[in-house]
């Protein structure tokens, strides 16, 4: 699995949009971007994921560069409910255990 | 539809006593992880089982061993705790190969003193 580099923390204006950057420069053409998130101390919740094409759903939308090596996760109207800290995750999709590879992801903080 | 649940939510064990963590789910998935969190980390995967009757190792297994009697659920055991054991303990559970959520528990707070 390919590997990630996130920004360790950002903060974000209440309203605003909050703009989660992720670089995989060595991703593999088979291989999903994946966005998690961890509120507090609770268990991870999956966000987000995709290939190639940009994705949107209920919770956010994620911009998948052409080359494809970088990624950013956009919350599209940061509520102090979304203070939590993002995982971006890079794997294949058809993998043995199927695991997901957790680093230590951006903590971002929205402010009133 | 309680998704995936973990008991107990919080243990505090002696260097050297056993504990097990139960983590069950109702979502009919073939496939249940064991992660472990440590302050300021990320999650890293002890056990992982593909389907009932299976176990497999992952990232750090030593000290720890799981049983999948039954698909629903995922027994992880400590045998003789440690302190290094100290950790925040999460199940997740997910339909199988390609699938692309997992499904996590709240948690268990562990501390092994």
């Not at chain 1, 974000?12 to 995989?24: D, T, Y």
């Not at chain 2, 505090?12 to 249940?32: F, I, P, R, W």
């Not at chain 2, 995967?45 to 750090?60: D, F, N, P, R, W």
Request: aromatic share 10%.
């Amino acid at each position: 699995d390919a590997k990630t580099t996130q920004p360790p923390s950002m903060d974000c204006a209440e309203g605003r949009a909050a703009n989660l950057p992720c670089n995989h420069s060595t991703i593999s053409g088979n291989e999903y971007v994946y966005w998690y998130r961890q509120i507090h101390s609770q268990g991870p919740q999956y966000i987000i994921h995709g290939l190639k094409n940009n994705e949107t759903n209920e919770m956010a939308s994620l911009i998948i560069t052409e080359d494809r090596k970088s990624s950013t996760l956009i919350l599209p109207h940061a509520t102090l409910r979304d203070t939590a800290v993002y995982y971006c995750i890079v794997r294949a999709r058809q993998t043995g255990a199927n695991n997901l590879f957790f680093g230590t992801g951006t903590r971002l903080t929205v402010i009133p | 539809n309680a998704g995936v649940t973990q008991t107990p939510k919080f243990r505090v064990l002696k260097t050297g006593q056993s504990m097990t963590l139960l983590c069950a789910q109702d979502m009919n998935h073939e496939y249940m992880y064991w992660y472990r969190q440590d302050p300021g980390m990320g999650l890293r995967l002890i056990h992982y089982s593909v389907g009932e009757g299976t176990t497999a190792k992952g990232e750090v297994p030593d000290g720890y061993n799981v049983s999948r009697l039954k698909k629903q659920n995922f027994l992880l055991g400590l045998e003789s705790a440690a302190p290094s054991q100290t950790s925040v303990y999460f199940c997740a559970s997910t339909f199988g190969t390609g699938a692309y959520e997992q499904y996590f528990g709240p948690g268990t707070r562990l501390t092994v003193t």
